[in-house]
């Protein structure tokens, strides 16, 4: 069966460090791959999306960056964390369009 | 940018009861989605309406779909406690699959 996983659940970073949050698929080969924030109480925000290895687009110029090393994996990365950049991150997978997209469980972030 | 408003922002009903929220959005879609998200949890799709079809079922909840007006309402009929969460609405247009979303709408029912 088709799974996501993402990690940590939750992370607390002083200002000025960097970030990775790593999300993986399991079940399914060249998913499209999402990474979405969330600020409390509000929609969610399209940071990246990438349609296979090594394409990565950017929805929002920000302080953050995504890789996608492998088909299944994808990261999310910042060299120095800005309060600013506080939220919940969601990790998604979707074999293309007109298919729903599978989310994972998010990464609460609170940048100190 | 936001492609999707919900409205109402909030509601609150009793057990029972139907709830109905309403999206509306800004450009041509392919396809618009519900999806429902538990407090502090990932979202979860809940059912995909295609621009060409005009409502759809499963299970207690209806959706429909006016491209006219560029709208669509989410009905989730006989509700139960358990349906207490978020639910926001997503449109995806173009053919990168991308999905724009809106606000939400948070729904509490009360037992």
Redesign the interface.
Known sequence: SQTIHQWPATLVQPVGSPLSLECTVEGTSNPNLYWYRQAAGRGLQLLFYSVGIGQISSEVPQNLSASRPQDRQFILSSKKLLLSDSGFYLCAWSTGFLYGYTFGSGTRLTVV | S?Q?EEDPQALSIQEGENATMNCSYKTSI??L?W?RQNS??????LI?I?SNEREKHSGRLRVTLDTSKKSSSLLITASRAADTASY?C?T?AG??????????TTLQVKP
Do not use: D, W
């Not at chain 2, 502090?40 to 799709?45: A, E, I, Q």
């Not at chain 2, 053919?95 to 939400?104: A, D, E, H, V, Y």
């Open positions: 936001q999707g392919n396809n989605q999806y502090g949890r990932g979202l979860v799709h995909l295609r926001f997503a995806e053919n990168t699959g991308k999905l724009i979303f809106g606000q939400g």
